[in-house]
């Protein structure tokens, strides 16, 4: 089989990944994949715990120790049988407070700390660079392997040349499917789907090269065991230690690894699909492994002496001459390797964005959260730099090694690093005490001893820690010997690390939290973690102040894009009982808005963004009262006595708001007169003076014609008026009729903007429209809705007031509705103003320059509510802007 | 877990539920004790267990633990809501 | 020397009318349509006689004649006061804050011309 024709399959099966992911990602943005969100696709998907150490590694190890690999299994299965103790609250916490990665889950817990945040991604970045050279290590050894069966024998430079070209196709697929949009939950379907293939993919294959071996290759099971009896590692003398250990370290990096906690609680839809995952995932681990022991024996048996165990799931069918079977392995070690690669970039890339490059490129923004331009293509952005880094990181760390070492030695190293950070989760979840001193010690500590113990003599002898050091400890100091801390050597090293590491970072932690005093936000972040499955109303972080409710707007445009964020504050304000876009900034609103941003850039972020927007912010008395365990109580048992007066609450907002409105309509009608005595007077007057100066005959020609066109001009004015008032009152009582009819949307605004005598050379107003979103059909009464339009137009040319006056139109199709916002460059309307300017006669500048009675948003209101659609004001977007809404088919 | 006459007591119900929950709780414990047994072979027979047999071992606890599990995870996600709200299932007991 | 009378009014038309009435009677008309300047303007050339609207962009008529009154370089010029309203509240309104006579719109010529020779006595 010419090696060709294998890189040629390897990038059919890379494009199959492409196409699946895309079209997964397709089909979630429109919202018909209800098998994206399965608990098959969530149990496969966790399926990146087995990576290339796995599915090549396994067998080495199995090769060399025996029974000693399944216990890399067996942690992960513990704890996910066992997910009513762990997983679950993980799981909660991890939804209720829109957690993005582990980095974020400890820094939320603590205090919203950013420094917390950068110490765990900066342990998750040292723990996971050298398991991410190992991926690509496996991929171009396995590489290698065929190369050299063609007859081709790869050097150095063709494996680094290999490993950079796997390393780009990487960093191009997860930037890919991995930062299309700043998603407020952070899943990515395209990913997940395209992983759940290579989780069969990779099983399949592991399992089809184990079935061979046993029943193509030996003479099926009995003969299998009889092998296994036979060979080498037929004696058990498994040393309990190291069998006990591994199981906790395993079971440990399950839920400590980023990428475990990425696929398992960020990407998680509900908790049901954790429930099948909890037997589901097991079976699936069980089922990797189960011809793992036959292959090493098989292995060992046939193959040359010498020949590398790690590759023996390759080599075997090859020396088999198997080719399609070794192909098909090879697929499933490219899948175990790619996807722990994707996974891996994107819960890094995020931590990286989130807690390093964000909080540094905010705080050299000196307008603060206000900032101009979007801050979403800056977080995108510093996302994809962070895939690349993490990426160039990996790749970097494989030239170096020089991928020596055999592969299951590198992934123990790493998997103690990762677990680094379990005291700190777990004192999260179940411990109200555990505060940010305590945590940030504890992970100190053990992270310098798992790279004094474990990771620096990793790179082997002389490399960075010298042999000298290594037999008598720095400057002689035999306590500190990396492998014999405490003058307690013999032990082994990884056991050791473990150990060490783990009990004193621990110790450290509950010593440093026992003697440090928290923060009220620990403590209300504590109290939120530890009772998740009690807490539903959420303690209060923010007391109320003066913090406009746009500027808050603004902000969220930026992270969350308008629509999203328009959608978030409306619907606040409606729960509120108000209208519009613009809640009161109540203590649960910001609490909510904070969380939705958290989604988006992490919780100490947007902590620290809404809290420059509300600086008198500081939390209360009252909010640490919520904090202590018998006010907690008693909360409890009057929740529902505060649900009662939250009701309550709301409906005297709502009597509240009706009041003021019945007020205002009052004090309305008789301005409303008043108004229309006046409108209806001034023209008179100059009808009445002029018709007197004509009859007594003293003007000349030219006056006289003069004279008689204005009192032409006042009648029409007149009639205008009245026709205006008439048109409202109809409208008002519902006897108008409608004619509808279908017509394109690009063609009612062109009418429109010439009815509204708007130039097309662009002199005076300029309009900047979208051609491609008009490109749509509607059923309605064309002549109502381009009234509404041109109504909108000239006000805009009106009332602008900028040097260079500009209208944009910015149509969005929703699917039902259809909506149009018109925003110019002007001034904008003032909050106090924007209820006011739908209500009749409501003319904001002097009447003159208006031309108009002031009746033409009351009559574009009208018009909209018989259309079935809405017109209104829409703040924070710099000029004046009203959105309409008008629905694209006809309900009836 | 069907019962066959109309449970004359609702507080049963739950009350079976709470028990299958502790159940599960001792899950992983009964399964990481049980994983552990292998190491106590050491000693007089070693001849007698080798590889195989540690293996077959472990294995046979591994897919009585799956299965276990499997088993508790219908009726102790009764009642009980997903974060997001969930789905509610139908009640089977 | 003519005499001169000041018309503060924003209606084009209006205007037009006042002055051509006016000026056909002997009179020199001076107008003036903002509000906000339209104190500031009285006190530059002081008139014999000002019409003054109510409704006025800026500033209302009752402002402006409030600081009228109250300056008293000028306080003693006559008000003809315009309204298009024509409510009894603001025609006690306009006497209140000291305003010669008081005429709601529409008027008639004669109405004007009449009102405005009787003011400047």
Not at chain 1, 431 to 441: K, L
Not at chain 1, 452 to 467: D, K, Q, R, V, Y
Not at chain 1, 755 to 773: E, F, M, V, W
Request: charged letters at 20%; aromatic letters at 8%; glycine letters at 8%.
């Amino acid at each position: 089989m010419s090696f060709n024709l294998l890189i040629f399959v390897a990038l059919l099966y890379a494009a199959l990944l492409f196409v699946v992911a895309f079209i997964a990602d397709q089909r979630a943005k429109l919202g018909r994949a209800r098998w994206l969100g399965s608990p098959a696709i969530y149990t496969l998907s966790l399926s990146i715990y087995c990576t290339a150490w796995t599915f090549y590694g396994a067998v080495g190890n199995a090769a060399r120790n025996g029974l000693e690999f399944v216990t890399i299994y067996l942690g992960p299965t513990l704890v996910m049988v066992g997910w009513w103790w762990f997983l679950r609250k993980l799981v909660w916490v991890g939804r209720a407070q829109r957690v993005t990665s582990i980095a974020d889950l400890i820094s939320s817990r603590f205090g919203k700390s950013t420094p917390l945040g950068v110490l765990v991604t900066v342990i998750a970045i040292i723990a996971a660079t050298p398991y991410i050279a190992l991926q690509l290590q496996s991929v171009v050894q396995s590489l290698a392997v065929f190369a050299d069966s063609s007859g081709e024998a790869w050097g150095n430079s063709d494996l680094n040349r290999a490993a950079l070209w796997v390393s780009i196709g990487l960093a191009l697929f997860t930037i890919l499917f991995g930062t299309r949009n700043l998603d407020a939950n952070e899943k990515h379907h395209g990913i997940v789907t395209a992983i759940a293939l290579e989780a069969i993919v990779k099983l399949c294959a592991l399992v089809a090269v184990g079935v061979f071996v046993v029943w193509g290759m030996t003479g099926g099971v009995r003969d299998t065991l009889a092998l296994i009896d036979a060979s080498p590692i037929s004696e058990w003398e498994q040393s309990g230690g190291r069998w006990a250990g591994l199981i906790f370290v395993s079971a440990a990096a399950f839920v400590c690894l980023p990428r475990m906690f990425q696929v398992m609680v960020v990407e998680n839809e509900q908790e049901s699909h954790l429930a099948t995952a909890s037997w589901a995932f097991p079976l699936y681990l069980l089922a990797m492994s189960l011809f793992v022991l036959p292959i090493a024996v098989v292995g060992l048996e046939v193959m040359p002496e010498g020949s590398n165990p790690d590759l023996f799931v390759l080599t075997l069918p090859l020396s088999a001459s198997q080719e399609g079977l070794a192909v098909f392995s090879f697929l499933g070690g490219f899948s175990s390797a790619t996807s722990m690669v994707i996974v891996a970039t994107i819960a890094l890339a995020t931590m990286v964005s989130n807690h390093i490059v964000v909080p540094i490129w905010l705080s050299s923004q000196r307008e603060g959260a206000l900032m101009s331009g979007d801050v979403r293509s800056v977080v995108i952005g510093a996302r994809r730099f962070s895939i690349v880094a993490v990426l160039v990181l990996g790749y970097l760390y494989f030239r170096t090694s020089g991928g020596g070492s055999a592969l299951a030695a590198i992934g123990l190293v790493s998997f103690t690093g990762a677990i680094q950070v379990l005291p700190a989760i777990i004192g999260a979840l179940f411990w109200r005490g555990a505060t940010r001193v305590g945590a940030s010690a504890g992970l100190t500590v053990g992270l310098a001893i798992w790279a004094w113990t474990l990771f620096l003599p990793s790179f082997g002898p002389n490399a960075i820690i010298t042999e000298s050091v290594m037999a008598s400890g720095p400057f002689g100091i035999e306590w500190l010997r990396p492998q014999a801390l405490f003058g307690i050597g013999g032990q082994d090293p990884l056991l050791h690390a473990v150990f060490w590491s783990m009990s004193l970072n621990a110790l450290i932690f509950v010593i440093g939290s026992v003697f440090s005093f928290p923060t009220p936000l620990e403590r209300l972040q504590g109290a939120q973690f530890v009772n998740v499955f009690e807490n539903t109303g959420g303690a209060r972080n923010w007391t109320p102040s003066a913090a406009a409710s746009e500027d808050l707007l603004i902000m969220s445009q930026r992270l969350l894009g308008a629509t999203e964020a328009q959608k978030v504050f409306q619907q606040a304000a409606e729960k509120q009982g108000k209208t519009g876009y613009l809640p009161d900034v109540t203590p649960e609103f910001i609490q909510q808005l904070e969380r939705e941003l958290a989604g988006s850039v992490g919780a100490a972020t947007a902590h620290a963004m809404i809290g420059q927007l509300l600086p008198g912010a500081s939390i209360s008395v009252e909010d640490l009262m919520a904090v202590a365990d018998e006010a907690a109580q008693i909360m409890e048992y009057s929740s529902r006595l505060e649900a009662k007066s939250r009701e309550q609450e709301r409906t005297a907002r709502q009597l509240r708001q009706a009041n003021e409105k019945l007020t205002a309509l009052s004090v309305q009608k008789d301005a409303f007169l008043s108004q229309i005595s006046h409108e209806l007077r001034t023209p008179m007057t100059s009808i009445r003076a002029f018709s007197e100066i004509l009859q007594d005959e003293n003007a000349d020609d030219a006056q006289r014609i003069r004279y008689a066109g204005i009192i032409h001009n006042e009648t029409m004015r007149l009639t205008r008026l009245l026709d205006d008032l008439l048109d409202l009152s109809f409208l008002e009582n519902g006897q108008v009729v409608l004619n509808k009819r279908r017509i394109s949307l690009r063609k009612l605004l062109n009418q429109a903007i010439s009815s509204a005598g708007i130039n097309a050379d662009g002199a005076g107003l300029k309009i900047n429209r979208t051609p491609q979103d008009e490109d749509v059909s509607l059923t309605t009464d064309p002549d109502r809705l381009s009234q509404v339009f041109i109504n909108l137009i000239s006000n805009a040319a009106k009332y602008c007031g900028a040097d260079a006056p500009e209208l944009s139109s910015i149509v969005r199709n929703l699917g039902a509705d259809l909506q149009i916002d018109f925003v110019d460059n002007g001034e904008g309307i003032s909050v106090e103003n924007q209820t006011m300017i739908f209500e009749k006669f409501s003319r904001l500048t002097d009447h003159r320059k208006a031309g108009g009675a002031g009746l033409g948003l009351a009559i574009c209101r009208e018009i909209m509510q018989r259309l079935d659609g809405s017109v209104s004001y829409l703040p924070g977007q710099g000029g004046a802007a009203f959105r309409v809404t008008v629905p694209l088919s006809d309900p009836e | 877990m069907a019962d066959k006459k109309a449970p004359i007591f609702l507080a049963r119900k739950s009350y079976q539920r709470r028990r299958l929950r502790d159940a599960s709780r001792v899950l992983p414990i009964a399964g990481g004790i049980a994983f552990m047994i292998p190491l106590m072979w050491h000693g007089d027979d070693v001849t007698e267990r080798g590889t195989s047999d540690a293996m077959m071992f472990v294995f046979g606890v591994w897919i009585v633990l799956v299965l276990l599990a499997a088993l508790l995870v219908r009726p102790t996600r009764e009642e009980d809501e997903g974060p997001t709200g969930g789905e509610k299932e139908q009640d089977v007991l | 020397m003519a005499k001169r009378v000041l018309v503060i009014e924003d209606e084009p038309n209006i205007i037009e009318a006042i002055s051509f009435i006016l000026s056909r009677d002997g009179w020199t008309v001076h107008t003036h349509s903002d509000g906000e300047t339209a104190n500031m303007r009285i006190k530059a050339t002081p008139p014999d006689v000002i019409i003054l609207d109510v409704m006025l962009p800026g500033k209302s008529g009752y402002d402006i004649l409030r600081d009228l009154r109250a300056d008293q370089d000028v306080s003693g010029i006559p008000v003809l006061m315009l309204t298009a309203r024509g409510q009894t509240r603001d025609r006690e309104l306009a006497e209140e804050l000291g305003a010669t006579k008081f005429m709601s719109k529409p008027f008639s010529n004669a109405e004007v011309l009449e009102n405005v020779r009787g003011l400047a006595g």
